[in-house]
């Protein structure tokens, strides 16, 4: 996939003034990008781009730069860069070491349709067929906003350990967005479609389905009347995916914010944190998911990390950098949106692992309370765990059964407490996916988690 460097050099050359880790990437993609808003195709955007990034750690120093031109002589000014940042002046630092390839490029295997193998004039039609599904559906909606993106991605990543790997990743994402109104009373649907994988992917998820989902959901929701407030049982849906333990926790058991103290996960590892009932993982190795790779963004392999056992802190996501501080090993969570940004601990494929009690015994077991089918966005304090989250589907509960639909929920709590608070969970298991936004980068991942039932929790809503 690289030609015309020499990536040993240049990690010998920005060591050699000191430093106990160098690590090289470098990143070839083709991202695509394609919008229809106001019923008409508004953009298509294609490009490639390549480039590489360089960095030095020396105690508890970083430098790291980076370049858009892949020769040896430009990679070799880097280093010196580098190098000089960071570097004691001590050439007697110099590490001695071989490369050897640890991990080979992979395609995952399961890619029957790689996107560049499509025209854009295929991906273009089913845009627009989305687009139509979604108007046609009912005279109340207003905007249908239809987009595609693909990045098609070649990384090497080659280290001072003397490893040297390669990964191969096809990140497909498509979403419709939907508004409708009625009078003044204005509703939004939001459906998204994504995951590592080939065009094949909307074989089994159509994105005119998408599009149904998101019309009905905002249709539906014009006619529903406003939520109670209050504290309540709130039953969360396997469908409603994983949002809220990608805020609630996944965030505040990434290693640098526990470590700089802004997690209220931070020292807690060995003491319960969660519900006996509560099991959280974090697993990149999983097919066809949106936060899965075959090795991280500093070529550690992929692997399912253990978070929270029955309850219990058991380690946090950690990349090379801060497993060092600690004295660990990295977990494989060492992620970069690209070349230009350094990597940082982040999240892959987060979830709450599936418990023993069906779906639908939860339901008939909590005689009323709020059904959220749907989550929305929300904020996460992760200093103190406290939330607070949209609903964008939600139901009464009445007498075990899903009654009418509420709109305007929030949710509003502190994780630590509600994890602590929930007492039943599903063998079901539902994803969404999502582009997390982290210190100026984005990454690519997925949440997931069982219907869950959380005995108590503060509904904000219309005051009765």
Known sequence: MFTGFDAHAVLRRALRNGGEYADLFLEKSSPLAILCEDDRLDKVIAGREHGAGLRVIAGKR????????????????????VGHAVGSGDAAAVRVFSLSRTHPATRHGLVRQPPRSVSPERKTAMVKRANRVARSLDERIRQ?????????????????EGSLSEDSRNYLTAMVQVVA?????????????????????????????????????????????????????????????????????????????????LSVYSGKTGQQIAAPVITVVDDATLPGRRGSFSVDDEGTEAQRTLLVDRGILKTYLYDRLTAMKDGTRSTGNGRRESYRHRPIPRMTNTMIVPGATRPGEILRSTPKGLFVRKMGGGQVNTVNGDFV??????????????????????????????????????SDLGFSIGTCGKDGQGS?????????????ITVGGEVA
């Open 181 to 261: 109104s009625d009078g003044d009373v204005i509703q939004t649907g939001y459906e998204p479609v994504g995951g590592l994988a080939g065009m094949e992917l909307f074989e089994t998820e159509p994105l005119e389905l998408a599009a149904e989902k998101a019309a009905r959901r905002a249709v539906m929701m014009l006619s529903a009347r406003k939520a109670p407030a209050g504290r309540m049982p709130v039953v969360l849906s396997s469908e409603a995916g994983g949002t809220m333990i990608h805020e609630a926790i996944g965030h505040g058991l990434e290693a640098d914010l526990a470590q700089s103290g």
């Open 62 to 81: 970083t430098a790291y730069a980076y370049t858009n031109e892949l020769t040896t002589s430009s990679l070799l000014e880097l280093a010196d860069a």
């Open 444 to 456: 690519p991942v997925s949440d997931a988690q069982p219907t869950l039932r959380i005995p108590e």
């Open 389 to 426: 989250f949209e609903v964008s589907e939600g139901y009464l509960i009445e007498n075990g059964r899903v009654g009418e639909p509420v709109r305007g929920a929030t949710l509003v709590g502190n994780g630590p407490a509600i994890l602590m608070s929930i007492d039943l969970v599903g």
């Open 144 to 160: 249908v906003t239809v987009t595609y993106r693909e990045n098609c991605q070649e990384v090497l990543i080659a280290n001072s």
